[in-house]
């Protein structure tokens, strides 16, 4: 393993500060101040791009993130499924 590289990717993670704060009854990550998810009742929602978050969902491997029910849908948030939750390597892709 290339030392350099990992010292500079242990920077970066460093570097991101993430950080959790209170988000409409449920708990939000924040990375460098911006949030990148949200776990609450409904289960764990990743901000994603539009054509990620769509095909995501077109796929049965999310739904859209309603903090209330049938009120508020934040757009570019996929909840994921249970199945793609299982699944380390694909989750983990998403959060590239």
């Not at 289960?43 to 978050?53: F, P």
């Not at 049965?60 to 309603?66: I, R, T, Y």
Request: glycine residues 10%; contains cysteine.
């Amino acid at each position: 393993m290339r030392t350099e590289y990992l010292y500079q990717l242990e920077q970066l993670i460093v570097d991101c500060q993430i950080s959790y704060k209170s988000v409409f009854g449920a708990v939000g990550a924040y990375a460098i101040g911006h949030i990148f998810m949200t776990y609450g009742k409904f289960g764990v929602a990743l901000k994603l791009a539009d054509e990620t978050c769509s095909s995501r969902m077109a796929e049965g491997a999310g739904k859209p993130l309603e903090y209330f029910e049938k009120r508020f849908t934040k757009q570019n948030y996929a909840v994921l499924s249970g199945t793609l939750l299982k699944d380390r390597a694909r989750t983990g892709n998403l959060l590239l």
